[in-house]
């Protein structure tokens, strides 16, 4: 059961990671993102990881990938691209290169190496010794003890970049008033 | 058969205890047409109801013609919507276009799932017996539980975005950028005034929710009262219901982000958005008025329990209808500023009250004195934010043009 299970969501999660790359509009290309977290979520739960597959999908689907659909609807990228010209001269050969040469390491890593993949033991064995408590309640446990200081750099570090973006974006709107002050001086009287 | 899942992918439900075998297939299966059929006769009737009891407050009649008291009303328009012409816009994207009214209904349905809909609390620890097999009056209780209502509720945020995309006309994308922001802005404020009730609760089974407020001990007094106001208020703006519907402010933006959704599609939202109303008024009724808790007044065991879940309902879907017959709208920026500058610091500072009592109870302090220090510090902290807001107003003010408005 669990391996039928894992065969109908690997399927979905690489289907959906080929259509973020194949898409050639943004905005379906972040719907097959959605579905690439859909299966990755689901495989969370063939894991017994439940409280992981429900924050993959509050925050990836629900918050993370609307903000990218926030921005394509904002900016108004949501057009076919050229993509006859290349940006960069021999770029795309590049590309080609670098991420097969990093695939093949990768299998060439499976195949030879005899210790367990990293991070495999996390995800299979229980995180803490305490089995008998609930999935969410041994993440907190080590969450807030072992892991604790991670943890709240991890929010300083959002917060900080929430300013710095929130300062950043500030300057900019200066620099382009000053440039059209007289313009903006009209559009403020309008209000 | 079936040996390989757990009790982690099929919930805590007593059903599943002595493994899964035809019988208890056939019962889940059971409870699933239930809660469907339900939950369509349901917004048939809602909507009935609303228009009825808005005909009522603005003083005229509402619909009468069809049936007695105009109840089949909404099978009538049901029928015509059906077959009206579907018109697909020329310069929409088509796949994503019939794609969107699925995705707002499908969530809609989905989290009707974890209600507990019935169940004797008060000793019988909720379970009732359906054919010979102990259960729950819910069609499912993962260990998730209640995180299943916050992620359905942000699966729906496609369905408004999309469809205002994929439409290819400027009111509708206008509508689906504003529900975006909206529903995204109001969900955290949803999630910390629910975090209250978990806090209390101790976990996130809705059926455990519901198990500990057996009879009287609501999680609306546990709590002291403010989460539920604020998830109230949070419920409605993610609901998109008035005073909060500028997602489809007719005045603004024609019909919102289903001005060109014709026929079945338009209906399938509509059908999504009365459905949202009736599961998130029962999500209220679970978390913080004890879902089917209250004194046992019928001989039949689980009787009692259903029908104190449908009084509890129906007053929550009575005060939405009221809400929108005496609300204005909000304006976008209010509306923004309600969300981000009230009800998020309040949910948040009213969930460090609420854990300093805890912890004042576990540490054995005087409750009483960690509640007021803690409220002291909230109070100052408060200030300083009322402070920093009235100095970024008066900047603003001085200098109109630095950074934006």
């Not at chain 1, 990836?60 to 990938?65: F, H, L």
């Not at chain 1, 670098?98 to 190496?113: E, K």
């Not at chain 2, 909230?378 to 630095?402: I, N």
């Amino acid at each position: 059961m669990e391996t039928a299970v894992f065969i109908v969501c690997a399927a979905i999660v690489l289907a959906g990671a080929l259509g973020v790359v194949l898409a050639r509009n943004p905005v379906h290309a972040a719907l097959s993102l959605v579905g690439t977290l859909f299966g990755m979520a689901v495989l969370f739960l063939n894991l017994e990881a439940h409280f992981l597959a429900a924050v993959q999908i509050i925050v990836y689907a629900g918050a993370i990938v609307v903000l990218f659909l926030f921005v394509i609807m904002l900016l108004g990228v949501d057009r076919l691209e050229d993509l006859s010209v290349e940006p960069i001269t021999g770029q795309r050969v590049l590309a080609a290169i670098v991420g097969l040469g990093t695939f093949g390491l990768a299998v060439a890593f499976l195949v030879t190496s005899d210790i367990g993949l990293p991070g495999q033991e996390a995800l299979t064995g229980p995180i803490t010794d305490q089995y008998q408590y609930s999935n969410l309640r041994q993440i907190a446990d080590v969450l807030f003890t072992k892991y604790v200081y991670a943890f709240e750099a991890t929010a300083a570090l959002l917060t900080i970049s929430v300013v710095g973006a929130v300062v950043m974006s500030r300057r900019i709107a200066r620099a382009d008033q000053a440039q059209e002050a007289p313009e903006s001086q009209e559009a403020a009287g309008d209000d | 058969m079936m040996a390989g899942l757990g009790p982690s992918v099929l919930g805590l439900d007593p059903l599943y205890d002595g493994g899964v075998g035809l019988a208890e297939v056939l019962i889940t299966l059971l409870k699933v047409g239930v809660a469907f059929a339900l939950l369509l006769v349901a917004v048939m009737l809602m909507i009935w109801f609303e228009r009825k009891v808005i005909g009522d407050m603005q003083n005229r009649i509402g619909p009468n013609l069809a049936g007695p008291f105009g109840i089949f009303q909404t099978l009538a328009d049901g029928i015509k919507l059906f077959f009206k012409e579907d018109l697909i816009p020329e310069q929409s994207d088509r796949f994503v276009f019939k794609l969107a009214p699925y995705l707002s209904l499908v969530p809609a349905f989905l989290v009707f799932a974890v209600v507990p809909v019935g169940g004797d609390f008060s000793g019988g620890n909720g379970r009732v017996t359906l054919f010979g097999h102990e259960t729950f009056l819910q069609v499912s209780d993962p260990p998730v539980g209640i995180l299943l209502v916050l992620a359905m509720s942000s699966v729906a945020v496609y369905g408004v975005m999309l469809a205002g995309w994929s439409s290819g006309s400027k009111y509708p994308l206008l509508a689906s950028v504003r529900a975006s922001a909206q529903m995204v802005s109001y969900e955290a404020a949803l999630g910390l005034s629910l975090a209250a009730v978990l806090l209390k609760s101790g976990s996130l089974s809705t059926h455990t929710i519901v198990s500990e407020q057996s009879v009287w001990n609501w999680n609306l007094w546990v709590t002291w009262v403010v989460p539920m106001v604020i998830f109230l208020i949070a419920a409605t703006a993610e609901l998109n219901r008035p005073p909060f519907d500028l997602v489809e402010a007719e005045q603004e933006l024609v019909g919102g982000f289903h001005t060109e959704y014709s026929s079945i599609r338009f209906a399938l939202f509509y059908l999504a958005e009365f459905m949202n109303t009736i599961t998130m008024s029962a999500i209220v009724v679970t978390l913080f008025l004890g879902g089917p808790n209250g004194p046992d007044f019928t001989t039949v065991g689980w009787l009692s329990g259903v029908l104190w879940f449908f009084a509890k309902l129906m007053l929550f879907l009575f005060a939405f209808v009221w809400l929108r017959a005496t609300l204005p709208r909000f304006r976008y920026d209010q509306l923004m500023d309600l969300g981000w500058k009230l009800l998020i610091p309040l949910s948040l500072g009213w969930l460090l009250v609420l854990a300093s009592y805890d912890v004042a109870g576990d540490r054995g302090w005087n409750r009483g004195v960690a509640v007021i220090v803690m409220l002291a510090i909230m109070a100052a902290l408060a200030g300083m934010l009322v402070l920093a807001l009235r100095a970024a107003r008066h900047r603003r003010e001085l200098d109109p043009q630095g950074g934006f408005a």
